[in-house]
């Protein structure tokens, strides 16, 4: 598979005072913003349960 553009990095929530947490979100399209979207989202969801 060629990688035709960087993938993007997002720090952790805000208020997240546990362990470093990795989350990849593979999209077919060029969109760092969605992407950052629906990771924050996953994660609000995950640790929030």
């Not at 952790?12 to 399209?29: C, F, Q, T, Y």
């Not at 969605?34 to 969801?45: C, H, M, S, T, Y």
């Amino acid at each position: 598979m060629k990688r035709s553009s960087p993938g993007c990095w997002r720090g952790p929530l805000p208020d997240w005072r546990g362990a470093p947490l990795a989350l990849v979100i593979a999209l077919e399209e060029n969109n760092p913003h969605l992407a950052e979207i629906i990771g924050e989202k996953l994660l609000n969801v995950a640790l929030n349960q």
